[in-house]
């Protein structure tokens, strides 16, 4: 199994490079949408497109992959919120186990069932020890897995999972808010996490200003992922990649 785009994320990690990438969710964007997403990102170098969404309920994930490829050379990694999201046009899989909750079925069991489905896609997979921490209201992501987020104020907690879910072999940590989380992750539990383990970190959820994005990169998030805003905005693809990479110099 190949380790191509996860060696590229870490050697970044180990070289302090911060690197941007675009949550696109397949219920939220059209095609129109979807190429003028394309268009800016290669533009504004974003480093990766991450591909999902709690949940999903259009059938256009496929297609959606098949354009990004077809039209840059930006790593579309998928992100799924089930194992229905999986392509193997993509070319990475965050395979997550919810490690901040205490639903069997997300630690380990939908990854029982999916298994050779997963190994015969040929994808490259990520174990990513996925996180969820409270964003200030519940979001999709914490009703559909039935799970509890980490408290906001609570660093301890979220350090002792991060730090655990390392041990546990896992090759990456996602600290997520949830999509259009109120609050994004404060940025002192950022600091902390990333001082303690040696994996690269993920960071998401609610982040909608080039400035916290800075600020997140600053605390040591090594990828910021954004889906809302620049759905919302898809300019902001710029401002927020120029941001980020300036840290690089
Ligand atoms: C959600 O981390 C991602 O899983 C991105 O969140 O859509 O709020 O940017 P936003």
Redesign the pocket.
């Known amino acids: 199994m190949t380790h191509k785009l996860y060696d590229t994320i870490n050697t970044r990690k180990h070289n302090a490079k911060k690197a941007f990438a675009v ?1 696109i969710d397949p219920d939220k964007l059209n095609d129109a949408l979807l190429m003028q997403t394309i268009q800016i990102a290669i533009k504004a170098n974003v480093d990766y497109f991450f591909v999902g969404g709690s949940l999903v309920v259009t059938d256009t994930l496929d297609a959606m992959v098949t354009t990004i490829k077809h039209h840059c050379n930006i790593p579309v990694i998928l ?1 799924p919120g089930s194992p229905d999201q999986i392509t193997p046009k993509a070319d990475a899989l965050l395979y997550l186990s919810l490690i901040s909750g205490r639903n069997p079925e997300l630690l380990i069991g939908q990854h029982v069932i999916s298994a050779p489905f997963v190994k015969q896609s040929g994808l490259e997979i990520i174990p990513v020890g996925y996180m969820l921490i409270d964003g200030g209201s519940p979001t999709t ?1 914490s009703y559909i897995s039935n799970t509890n987020p980490i408290p906001s104020n609570k660093k301890d907690i979220a350090l002792c999972t991060a730090m655990a879910g390392e041990m546990l072999g896992l090759k990456l940590i996602y600290m ?1 808010a ?4 109120q609050r994004p992750i404060p940025a002192d539990m950022i600091e902390l996490v990333s001082k303690h383990i040696q994996i690269p970190l993920v960071v ?4 909608t200003t080039a400035a916290k994005a800075i600020e997140n990169c600053k605390a040591g998030a090594d990828i910021i ?5 620049v759905e919302k905005d898809p300019t902001l693809i710029e401002e927020i990649a120029t941001a980020i990479h300036s840290l690089n110099k």
């Not at 949830?178 to 989380?181: H, I, L, N, R, T």
């Not at 998401?204 to 982040?207: D, E, L, M, Q, T």
């Open positions: 949550l992100f992501v997520d949830g999509s259009g989380a998401g959820g609610g982040i992922v954004i889906g809302n805003a």
